[in-house]
């Protein structure tokens, strides 16, 4: 497991989503990558961007 995989894990748990089941969605062009998450809250969508080369400001931008 990648230190990103756990980081992942531990973002999840801290989020509330402990136990969730993580299906990786293939990768795009881009360095971000992207899993469908299954709890028993719901469905969601986990985006994983590197800090280092895609910044999420974008995407905090529009969440709301």
């Given amino acids: 497991m990648s ?3 756990k980081e992942a894990i531990e973002f999840l748990r801290r989020s ?3 136990g969730a ?3 990786i969605i ?3 062009a881009s360095f971000r990558h992207y899993a469908r998450i299954r709890h028993e809250k719901g469905p969601a969508i986990l985006m994983d961007a590197p800090p ?3 910044s999420v400001a ?3 931008s529009v969440q709301d």
Wanted: no cysteine.
């Fill in 52 to 54: 280092d080369k895609e």
């Fill in 16 to 18: 509330g989503w402990a």
């Fill in 3 to 5: 230190l990103r995989e």
């Fill in 26 to 28: 293939p990768g795009d």
């Fill in 21 to 23: 089941g993580i299906d």
């Fill in 58 to 60: 974008h995407f905090l």
